[in-house]
Structures are given as structure tokens and as C-alpha cells.
């Protein structure tokens, strides 16, 4: 767990002053009798809300990224050579990728390492961004060596290197030289360097291939200490790295940014509420976690709008105050989250949703969807494998797919209501039985019949039914 500590006091210091506020807001209200004073106190408590359902922005608390921060750590300590020295973090959107190359770039910069920004665009002009951010944190570098050296031999210390600005040079000799500055001066300040690139599945594929080249010569080549993390969709397997030229970025570590775990979300929705001096009891707390499924921007959705709802600020956020939060955040995400993902997407990743939004049904089978899509689930593999890979939905098991948002379903039925289509015909489509399920079901309704015969019927060998008809008969068996 990692807090942002500079933020944390600044908001402690503030809600100091809210308290003190408040504390002189009673004292003045006891002795001139005006409650006025002492509620336009707590009207601005209850404003400083902690939580920050905005994208890019730091949580108050950075919960269940530990493992990842922990990799990043070791790595910048032991340098080039380290496996996750050069890495790629992957989520779908909202799952924290932006805060998390944050918390890194401030632990490098807490490690004195020299630190460069980048969120990559597909336009050829990403390769130019790129070579500025970097020409640029190796001149504030040199800055810093001079002024030390300086400081330390008298003036005249600290010879100026720059990158040829000439744009007449390619792309790849500047990038080049650019990242070989760059290390020279990461390795003389002894503490290295650390490049950054959000929205790694957007980028243009030209300047990412200079790029890759470029890292690959100073760090894994030369063992110079540039350290590299990106973060992008789990598409851009697909896209950016699928190029021939990305051989290097095919290579090297990846970290998923998994769903928070039930204990992490409630610990990201408690700990801010109770830094900022509120509480929340243990049912409202459960509620509100698992309302968040693991989804780091709903727990911000969540934990605002229940900090909001909550009537009185000097009491704890209730039971209904989380259900009423939850209505507000659901809201939200259909429209920062869900619209925007679906916007996205092909016309046939589109009709495989829109297929799995008309079961009422957890987990629903592949073969289900394909029928009510009218596809055959050979041909869906594909899309259904890229809507995962986006994090729109997932494989709980062989066969089986979900939506990773559940109120994903009654929004996009919401839509196709609105839109007046329907897919597989109006009504609640029929499920399709397996050839296992009907084996049961036929051994059910008639136990004396031969596994030739049940075989016969459903249309499979006899060992099949034999080896069902076991296993069925042993689970009925079984408390
Ligand atoms: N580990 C976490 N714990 C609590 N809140 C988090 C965590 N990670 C991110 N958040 C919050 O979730 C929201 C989304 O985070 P962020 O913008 O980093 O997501 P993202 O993956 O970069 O999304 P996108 O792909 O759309 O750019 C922000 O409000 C952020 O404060
Ligand atoms: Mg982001």
C-alpha cells in the first residue's frame, strides 16, 4: 500500500483547519448563541471529499499494487540486468495504469534518478515528443551534474553535450542520440534514468520501433541504466506490438493490472475516509466493496459519491448512505466507462455484447452467444478473445464467458431497447444443453436404460455416458 505522502499531508494539514474551523465555530456558537456559525463550519468539512473519481488522478491510497511497486523497486536497484528493468504494464481502462507510472516515476525521483514523461499519440510527430522529453531531462541532468561539480571544483566544470537538433537527421539517428546522452549522463549521476510512456497501445508504430532500437542499444546492449516502463490496453499485443520491428517490447516483463481483491477495495475506501477524519461501519463497508468489483475507478466512484451522501459528517457513512452511492456511481460508469468502451469497438465485437447482454445469467455459454448472435462460436474466438484482452469481458471457464462489469448487461439491454434492435428475436433466448447435461438429464428420467441406448440418443459413444453417468451418480451421492 502506498500513500501519497505529500498529498496526504497537504490534506491532513486542511482538514487541521477544518477542525479547528469547526472547534472555533462551537466556541463562537456557544457564546454568541448562532448555530450558523458552527454549520457553515461543518458545511465545509463535509466538502473535503478524499476520494478523486478522476482518471489520471492519485488515489489517496494506491491499494493492492504492492507486488508491482515492489518489482519496480528491485529492478531500479539492481539495474540493466534486472528481468523487469524494462517493462509493460497492462489493464483495461480505469484499472489504474496513469496512477501507477506516477507512484513509480516518484519513487525514481525519490531514488535520484533522472525521470522522462511521455503518453504516446499515433501521429509521426510522437517520435519528435519523444525525443524532446528526452534531449530535455538530459540537459536538466547535465544542469544538475554542472551545478554539483561546480559547487564542488569552482566554476567551468561541466561540459554541455546536445543533441543534434537538425531535423534533417532521421528519426532514428536523433532518437539514437538522444537516448545515448541521456544514459551517459543517467550513468555519471550514478542513479540512472527512467522513461515512461502512457497509452503505450496507442502509439505510432514508426516512432515506437526508433524507440525500441534505441533502448535496446543503451540498455540492454551498452548495460547503460535507462530504465523503461509503459502502460497501455491489454489490445495492444494485438496492435502496437504485433509490428515485426517490436521484437524488443514483444520480449520484456509484463504486470496485469488485476481487480483489486474484496480486502484491497475496502481498505482503498476506508483508509481516505478515515483520513479525513469520517468513518464508515463494517456492513457499509462490505457493501461498498464488493459493489466495486475490484474496479479501482468505481471504488473512487463509490467512496465520493457515499462520502457525499453522507447527511451527517461528524457520524459514520451509513448502510443506505453506500446504496445510494452505489445507484450515483453506477450511473457514472455508465457513462465514463461503459459508453466510451463500447465506442471503441467493432461492429462485431459490439453484436457479441449486445448477443451476451440478452441472458439474464452470470456466466454464459460460448455456444449460447454464437447462436443468439447467429455466428458459429468458431468464428467468434477471435472477437470474443479481443473484448477479454480489452477487459470488457472474461473467461471464467472453458466455454463460458461474463461480463467483467455485471451492470454492464442492463446498460447495453437498456441500449438496444433505445436503439429498438434486438438480437436472436425478441424475448429471453434459449440456452443450448451440453451433450454432458442431456447424458444426465436422460439418465435421470430413465435410470434403467443402457448406456448404448442413452448413447443412441443423445448422439455420443456409450464409454462417454458410462464415464458421466459415474461422475453424476458419485456428486449426487456426496452431501
Ligand atoms: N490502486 C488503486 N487504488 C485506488 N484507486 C485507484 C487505484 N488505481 C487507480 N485508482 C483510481 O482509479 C481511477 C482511474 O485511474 P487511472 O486514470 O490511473 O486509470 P487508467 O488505467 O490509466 O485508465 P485509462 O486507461 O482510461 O487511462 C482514478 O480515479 C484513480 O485515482
Ligand atoms: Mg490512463
Request: hydrophobic fraction near 40%; charged fraction near 25%; aromatic fraction near 6%.
Given at each position: 500500500?502506498?500513500?501519497?505522502?505529500?498529498?496526504?499531508?497537504?490534506q491532513y494539514?486542511l482538514f487541521?483547519i477544518?477542525?479547528r474551523?469547526?472547534?472555533?465555530?462551537?466556541?463562537?456558537?456557544?457564546e454568541t448563541?448562532?448555530?450558523e456559525?458552527r454549520?457553515?463550519?461543518v458545511?465545509?468539512v463535509r466538502?473535503a471529499n478524499?476520494?478523486?473519481?478522476?482518471?489520471g488522478?492519485p488515489p489517496?491510497t494506491?491499494a493492492?499494487r504492492d507486488?508491482?511497486?515492489r518489482r519496480?523497486?528491485?529492478?531500479?536497484s539492481?539495474?540493466?540486468?534486472?528481468p523487469d528493468?524494462s517493462?509493460?504494464?497492462?489493464?483495461?481502462?480505469g484499472s489504474?495504469?496513469?496512477?501507477?507510472?506516477?507512484?513509480?516515476?516518484?519513487?525514481?525521483?525519490?531514488?535520484?534518478l533522472?525521470?522522462?514523461r511521455v503518453?504516446?499519440?499515433?501521429?509521426?510527430t510522437?517520435a519528435?515528443?519523444?525525443?524532446?522529453?528526452?534531449t530535455?531531462a538530459?540537459d536538466?541532468?547535465?544542469?544538475?551534474?554542472s551545478?554539483?561539480?561546480?559547487?564542488v571544483?569552482?566554476?567551468?566544470?561541466?561540459?554541455?553535450?546536445r543533441a543534434p537538433e537538425?531535423?534533417e537527421?532521421?528519426?532514428h539517428?536523433?532518437?539514437?542520440?538522444?537516448?545515448e546522452h541521456?544514459?551517459?549522463?543517467?550513468q555519471?549521476?550514478?542513479?540512472?534514468?527512467l522513461?515512461?510512456?502512457d497509452?503505450?497501445?496507442?502509439?505510432?508504430?514508426?516512432?515506437?520501433?526508433?524507440f525500441a532500437?534505441a533502448?535496446?542499444d543503451?540498455?540492454?546492449i551498452?548495460?547503460?541504466?535507462?530504465m523503461?516502463?509503459?502502460a497501455?490496453?491489454?489490445?495492444?499485443?494485438?496492435?502496437?506490438?504485433?509490428?515485426?520491428?517490436?521484437?524488443?517490447?514483444?520480449r520484456?516483463?509484463?504486470?496485469q493490472?488485476d481487480p483489486l481483491?474484496?480486502?484491497?477495495s475496502a481498505?482503498?475506501?476506508r483508509?481516505p475516509?478515515?483520513a479525513a477524519?469520517g468513518t464508515?461501519?463494517?456492513?457499509?463497508?462490505t457493501?461498498?466493496?464488493a459493489?466495486?468489483?475490484?474496479?479501482?475507478?468505481m471504488v473512487?466512484?463509490?467512496?465520493?459519491?457515499s462520502?457525499?451522501?453522507?447527511?451527517?459528517?461528524g457520524?459514520?457513512?451509513?448502510?443506505d448512505d453506500?446504496?445510494?452511492a452505489?445507484g450515483?456511481?453506477?450511473?457514472?460508469?455508465e457513462?465514463?466507462?461503459?459508453a466510451p468502451?463500447?465506442?471503441?469497438?467493432?461492429?462485431t465485437?459490439?453484436?457479441?455484447?449486445?448477443?451476451m447482454?440478452?441472458?439474464?445469467?452470470?456466466e454464459?455459454?460460448?455456444?449460447?452467444?454464437?447462436?443468439?448472435?447467429?455466428?458459429t462460436?468458431n468464428?467468434?474466438?477471435v472477437?470474443?478473445?479481443?473484448?477479454?484482452?480489452a477487459?470488457?469481458?472474461?473467461r471464467p471457464?472453458?466455454?463460458?464467458v461474463r461480463?467483467v462489469?455485471?451492470?454492464?448487461r442492463d446498460w447495453?439491454q437498456r441500449q438496444?431497447?433505445e436503439?429498438?434492435?434486438?438480437?436472436?428475436g425478441?424475448?429471453?433466448p434459449?440456452t443450448?444443453?451440453?451433450?454432458?447435461?442431456?447424458i444426465?438429464?436422460?439418465?435421470r428420467s430413465n435410470?434403467?436404460?443402457?448406456h448404448?441406448a442413452?448413447a443412441a440418443?443423445?448422439?455420443?459413444?456409450p464409454?462417454y455416458?458410462?464415464r458421466?453417468?459415474r461422475?453424476?451418480?458419485?456428486s449426487?451421492?456426496?452431501p
Amino acid at each position: 500500500m502506498t500513500s501519497f505522502a505529500s498529498f496526504a499531508k497537504w490534506q491532513y494539514c486542511l482538514f487541521c483547519i477544518f477542525c479547528r474551523m469547526v472547534s472555533i465555530g462551537d466556541r463562537l456558537s456557544a457564546e454568541t448563541g448562532r448555530d450558523e456559525i458552527r454549520e457553515a463550519a461543518v458545511a465545509i468539512v463535509r466538502h473535503a471529499n478524499p476520494f478523486h473519481p478522476t482518471f489520471g488522478r492519485p488515489p489517496h491510497t494506491l491499494a493492492g499494487r504492492d507486488e508491482a511497486m515492489r518489482r519496480c523497486r528491485a529492478a531500479m536497484s539492481a539495474g540493466p540486468d534486472h528481468p523487469d528493468y524494462s517493462m509493460l504494464l497492462k489493464g483495461p481502462r480505469g484499472s489504474g495504469k496513469t496512477v501507477l507510472l506516477a507512484a513509480v516515476r516518484d519513487m525514481a525521483e525519490q531514488n535520484g534518478l533522472a525521470t522522462v514523461r511521455v503518453t504516446a499519440k499515433p501521429e509521426p510527430t510522437f517520435a519528435d515528443a519523444l525525443i524532446e522529453q528526452v534531449t530535455s531531462a538530459s540537459d536538466a541532468e547535465r544542469r544538475r551534474v554542472s551545478s554539483a561539480q561546480i559547487s564542488v571544483l569552482g566554476s567551468g566544470a561541466g561540459v554541455s553535450f546536445r543533441a543534434p537538433e537538425s531535423r534533417e537527421l532521421s528519426v532514428h539517428t536523433r532518437m539514437l542520440d538522444a537516448m545515448e546522452h541521456l544514459a551517459d549522463r543517467a550513468q555519471r549521476n550514478g542513479k540512472g534514468a527512467l522513461i515512461t510512456i502512457d497509452e503505450f497501445h496507442n502509439a505510432n508504430i514508426a516512432a515506437l520501433r526508433d524507440f525500441a532500437h534505441a533502448l535496446q542499444d543503451v540498455a540492454k546492449i551498452d548495460g547503460k541504466p535507462v530504465m523503461f516502463v509503459g502502460a497501455g490496453l491489454p489490445s495492444m499485443e494485438e496492435t502496437a506490438l504485433a509490428d515485426q520491428g517490436m521484437t524488443f517490447f514483444q520480449r520484456i516483463a509484463r504486470t496485469q493490472l488485476d481487480p483489486l481483491s474484496p480486502e484491497e477495495s475496502a481498505e482503498a475506501l476506508r483508509a481516505p475516509i478515515e483520513a479525513a477524519g469520517g468513518t464508515i461501519g463494517d456492513e457499509a463497508l462490505t457493501t461498498a466493496a464488493a459493489a466495486t468489483s475490484g474496479y479501482p475507478f468505481m471504488v473512487q466512484l463509490v467512496g465520493y459519491h457515499s462520502w457525499e451522501r453522507c447527511a451527517d459528517p461528524g457520524g459514520a457513512i451509513t448502510p443506505d448512505d453506500v446504496r445510494a452511492a452505489i445507484g450515483a456511481a453506477t450511473g457514472d460508469m455508465e457513462v465514463q466507462v461503459f459508453a466510451p468502451m463500447v465506442r471503441d469497438l467493432s461492429d462485431t465485437d459490439r453484436l457479441v455484447l449486445d448477443a451476451m447482454s440478452a441472458f439474464d445469467l452470470p456466466e454464459i455459454k460460448l455456444s449460447d452467444v454464437a447462436r443468439a448472435a447467429g455466428k458459429t462460436s468458431n468464428y467468434l474466438s477471435v472477437y470474443i478473445e479481443r473484448l477479454r484482452e480489452a477487459g470488457v469481458i472474461d473467461r471464467p471457464a472453458r466455454g463460458r464467458v461474463r461480463f467483467v462489469h455485471a451492470t454492464m448487461r442492463d446498460w447495453l439491454q437498456r441500449q438496444r431497447v433505445e436503439r429498438g434492435a434486438a438480437v436472436g428475436g425478441s424475448g429471453r433466448p434459449e440456452t443450448t444443453t451440453t451433450v454432458k447435461e442431456r447424458i444426465i438429464a436422460t439418465c435421470r428420467s430413465n435410470p434403467e436404460a443402457t448406456h448404448a441406448a442413452i448413447a443412441a440418443r443423445v448422439g455420443t459413444s456409450p464409454d462417454y455416458v458410462g464415464r458421466v453417468r459415474r461422475a453424476d451418480s458419485t456428486s449426487s451421492r456426496e452431501p
